[in-house]
């Protein structure tokens, strides 16, 4: 065996055979029959040699400060090298963050003696295997004192004060006041919307060694670049000298966007113990030491004339935070986009409370955005008596509602018109509780979304091989969605050969700058890089070069040299729902989606993409919610027999299908498919739970205890 | 998880000699909840003796009628046996409900009955929890208790039993049977769980070292139109929100027999006899059966978050005994 692993592009070798045409092509993963037989390999499967295991001790305060660690016993436990704490950690740049959001206190680990939120990582115990590390942590000695924590959410805590503004200053477009006054129907509602966690089934897990003088990992990650360029600045090293890989990933939704502590901790350990070490965090460490979705509450304030037409579109929003990162969860977004108005006005706060620190999970801000803002356009239609989806088609606009820009291509009333079609939308009956099957209250309900959609600056390097293939390398990574599939058909029709003389390397940072597999632009943003690069590449071929000749290509400047646009995917979701009133048990029946997407490289994976997020949409709607103990500030749900998304027997027959679509200042002509799947469904599935039984419900989750009737 | 010396027995008599005297010896059945509680350092045994090679699986009919489940028989094999399911419906229904396919197929009825409460501070070392620590205090009565009991509990522990298949099996008046080295014995199902007073960390009136055999199902109290019906808070998957076992004989439109179980309300299966008693002798129509839930819950004491629990009771028992009705 190797100390130093090679780690493949886990493509296997079972590409042979295929042949173009690839874009538009359904198919199955070039990494498929590897997954189902195991030999696919994830970060934890990786084999080293000397590797040495660490398991993470995570704080039972949720504010404080540790006063002692008596590692005694641990050190006398079999197997155990060490232990970590803030001690004897390597000190850490307290500048590294993100681009955008700066400093992140999150990557601070073992720092200091402080304490913030319950399950705070305090020491990583070193041992020879996994379960001796185990065994160690459980016997590490901490003593803190507490302080009084808060963790009580409200938008008027005297903490509040308004989010970071990188993702766009706020709506002040007319006079919402005066619009307001003169409506003839008005809706002003508060919406809550609790924590949230992405759930990846594949925890967090890294190793670390050193090689020389640079920094090795391989990690479960979703940006096998932003996080080796995050890792070089958190240990002062230059980025050359650091280097993470990655082959498969289990899902991240988000949680694996930035330098997760699984390489944080085990950087730190290799640097002190030198030898490579794996940290693999448990699902409840998982749970109480990568971040979440925060809560929300959101007041959304509508004034329409008589026929519908709206005159305003109020959307104030405040999400908590930790006090230790920064972050926008931008519920407000799709308030400036998705429907004209003469005033708009948007206002986004943050609340700092002793919480794990949030990031972006699942479409981070349309998903409790859209829950608000087509909750309340339902309760719009009802109080204009109106069908809520011509409600929505009333209001469509020529350009920008916010900017006055132009849309580059919106297709959202064809998603709308598709998708009732497909439902079976037309006769119904808009008044609440008209519909029984049994002791079964019976409801429809839709609702619609815009998701804001780019692409990032990524570069590519493709060589031209000497036996006729080529070799394209980008430092992409596919964390479950079929983007190593899409690239390979992306790569394919771009130098115009078939799929199977197409090798394709991704997941290693080293392989230059590139976007990460997140804001569902990975595939979007990485593709394009690879169409430059065979562009540039073919031109090159056109002199006959000797071969191997490689051509390295980066879109920064034509991304940026884009006109300035209004750019955006669209869905319309609906839902019908069975409501149990004696229960309050509702099951979704029916779901139908329809979604402008841009082009669509992979309708396969796509529609299982867009499913999946209807899926977390449904569970969203009826089930998932982060439950704190006040007392202890802790999260108590901390697995996945407490924390509940949609099993199986939750799933009705979903029906996910794509409009026509294109984005013109796309190469390709691509949005991005990713996380839109998710974002309407909360709001379609409460409006026809609205429509079965008359009640509107305007916290999530709709559990039980809230629809129970007497 | 704390290390442990592992002995697989083959015969009643070595399992209960290798247990005897040592206090910090269990029985390993299916393992699908011992195992995760060793996992969180919930439970410490020193010593486990597997139990799963003892001749006790396996359901047959008793001279008498009775119905005898092997206590190491799968909870899928007696969901699935044709007996249950013609005589003790319920009881196959409940069980279905359960957990999911893969841990029917582990775990053992012994195991489903001695299993622990689902309390998420019963399963975190560093909260108070009287039933892990005793006099250690209960974070579940100030902090997170939407899913726990409504009656039967005390100040000292507000937990529920998570079992389904206890329901049933309270509803059936099942029969514990167990061996010690002194010799074997018996209990009615409605004396196996203590009441929670302040002692909430002795559960069952099993003796120490006691090792289940077998659970019987009296032929008397057999149930072809009984039926369990279980809300939870997804489809399936999840422990009971409350759950319901009945069963109800009417002839020209009076209640004959009437029982009743109820899952999820408290620390055991509730058996609903003041319920039953209203309605024996009565008009077998809902809105007495809503009557009779009601003077059953009349007694309920419900926490600050879990009152919605009460009327989810009262609707359930409603709603089942109606549908057997039609
Ligand atoms: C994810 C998950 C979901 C679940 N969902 C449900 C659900 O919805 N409904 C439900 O009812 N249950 C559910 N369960 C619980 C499951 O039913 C129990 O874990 C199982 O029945 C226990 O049986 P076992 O044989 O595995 O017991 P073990 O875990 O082996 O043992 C449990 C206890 O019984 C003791 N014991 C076992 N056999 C004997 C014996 N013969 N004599 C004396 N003592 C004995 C052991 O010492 C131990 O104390 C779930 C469990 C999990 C992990
Ligand atoms: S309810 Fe019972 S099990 Fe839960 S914390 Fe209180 S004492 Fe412990």
Known sequence: MNTHPQVLDGTGAEISGLSAPAIGTPRTRVEGRDKVSGKARYAGDIPIERLAHGAVVTATIASGRITAIDPSATLASPGVIGVIDHRNAPRVDPEAGSPFFGP???????????????????ALVVAETHEQARAGAERLRVSYVEQPHDIAFSPGHPAARPALSAFGPDANKGDLDAELAASAVVVDESYTTPAQHACAMEPHVATAWLEGAVLRGIDSNQAPYGIAAQLATLFGKPLSDVRVQVEQVGGGFGSKTGLGPQLILATMATMLFHRPVRVALTREEVFLATSARPRTDQRVRLGADRDGRLRAIGHEAAFEISGKSEFIENCVEIAKTLYAADAIRTRLNVVPLNILPVASVRAPGTAPGSFALESAMD???????????DLRRRNEPEVGPVSGLPFTSRNFQLCLSEGARQFGWAGRDHRPRRRREGHLLIGTGMAGTSFFTTAFPSSATITAEQDGTFTVAIAAIDIGTGARTALHAIAADALRVGWDRIRLRIGDSAIGPAWQAGGSLGTTSWGWAIVAAARDLLEQLESGPALPVSVTSD?????????????????????????????????????????AVGRVVNPLMV???????????????????????????????????????????????????FVEDHEPDDPLGMKGPGEIGTVAVAAAIANAVWHATGKRHRELPIRLDRVIED | MKEFAYSRATAVHDALTSVVGQENARFLAGGTNLVDLMKRGVETPDRLVDVRALPLDGVHEARNGDLVIGATTTNSDAAAHPEIRRRYPALSQAVLAGASGQLRNMATVAGNLLQRTRCAYFADLSSACNKRVPGSGCAAVAGVHHNHAILGASPACVATSPSDMAVPMMLFDAVVHYETLDGKGEIPISRFYRPVGDTPHLETTLPDGALITSVTLPSAAAGERSRYRKVRERASYAFATVSVAADLVVRSGQVREVRIALGGVASHPWRARIAEEELRGGPATPERFRAAAEAELSAAKPLPHNGYKLRLARNLIQSVLTEIVH
């Not at chain 1, 309760?379 to 989806?389: F, S, Y």
């Not at chain 1, 300035?564 to 029916?590: K, M, Q």
């Open chain 1, 379 to 389: 309760e719009l239609a009802e109080r204009l008596d109106m069908d809520p989806l």
């Open chain 1, 607 to 657: 529609r299982s993409q867009l499913t999946g997020g209807m899926i977390m949409g449904l569970s969203i709607a009826l089930q998932e919610e982060v439950v704190r103990d006040e007392v202890s500030g802790r999260q108590v749900n901390a697995d996945f027999a407490g924390y509940h998304f949609a099993a199986n027997a939750d799933v009705p027959f979903i029906d996910a299908d």
């Open chain 1, 555 to 595: 879109t920064t400047e034509e991304i940026m040299s884009r006109p300035h646009r209004e750019r955006h995917s669209y869905s319309a979701v609906f839902a019908e729902v069975a409501v149990d009133p004696a229960t309050g048990e509702v099951r979704v029946r029916r779901l139908v989606g329809r979604f």
């Open chain 1, 104 to 122: 992140d206190g999150q990557l601070q680990l073992l720092q200091d003696d402080q304490i913030a939120h319950g399950g705070w990582p305090v």
